[in-house]
């Protein structure tokens, strides 16, 4: 029982580490990139940037990481739900590496901008544009991965009885809301803001009770047991 209450706490410590590294690394880049004088600004705080850069990498790793350490928890209970979870939270991984690589474009960008005191700033204000819009639908594409995924992992966790139902009910929605808000926002309505809250607050609130109560051990325990048991 004891590898359940570890594993409990690393899932939930990996939760919150995944929501701050992405939450503050995008602050830090968006406080750049929205600049106006971006072109310039960007290359001048370099530091800056390259740190919100690896706070989203730390994202990156640490999504793929809960994923390793529930599944096999949740194999237990269902090994083709615990195979697509995995995999999408690889998937969602990889296409956010991508966009991160978009961002350093940006930065390499910035600095050919004020290596060659180019004159022409609607070029490079396009390549710009094009290094954030490489960010911005892989962050759309790794949303629909999570979103996918991560709804068929709430039922399992609804079904497995893992964490109170309650949870269970509530990441259904919000990854339910997350899929329609971010396939809108694909097709140009952008209501995400709306859509991620209830997700937002599911990987805050869930984490933090994985942390101090774990999972239920009345559902780790092996189905065999629970047999002899009733």
């Excluded at 994202?59 to 237990?76: D, E, Q, S, T």
């Excluded at 004020?114 to 290094?131: E, H, M, P, Q, R």
């Excluded at 892989?138 to 079904?159: A, K, N, R, T």
Aim: glycine fraction near 6%; hydrophobic fraction near 50%; charged fraction near 10%.
């Amino acid at each position: 029982m004891n590898s359940y209450k570890t594993a409990a706490r690393i899932v939930g410590a990996l939760f919150l580490i995944s929501t701050a590294g992405y939450i503050v690394g995008n602050l830090i880049i968006d406080s750049l990139r929205h600049d106006p004088n971006y072109l310039t600004i960007i290359s001048k705080n370099e530091t800056q940037m390259i740190t919100g850069v690896i706070l989203m990498l730390v994202n990156c790793f640490a999504v793929v990481g809960i994923a390793i350490v529930m599944f096999p928890i949740l194999k237990r209970h269902n090994e083709n739900i615990a195979l697509v979870y995995l995999s999408s939270r690889i998937i969602e991984s990889i296409v956010l590496i991508f966009g991160v690589i978009s961002y350093l474009s940006l930065l390499t960008i910035s600095k050919q901008y004020i290596k060659l005191n180019a004159d022409d700033v609607s070029y490079f204000k396009a390549l710009g544009v094009v290094a954030m819009n490489g960010n911005y639908y892989s962050f759309q594409i790794g949303m629909i991965s999570l979103s996918i995924g991560s709804s068929l992992f709430c039922y399992l966790l609804y079904q497995s009885k893992l964490v109170p139902r309650f949870f269970a009910v509530w990441g259904i929605i919000g990854y339910v809301a997350l899929f329609i808000g971010t396939i809108t926002a694909l097709y140009g309505y952008d209501i995400s803001v709306i859509t991620f809250v209830p997700v937002g607050l599911f990987e805050i609130i869930l984490p933090i009770w994985l942390i101090f109560k774990g999972f239920n051990p009345r559902a780790t325990v092996p189905i065999s047991i629970k047999t002899d048991m009733a």
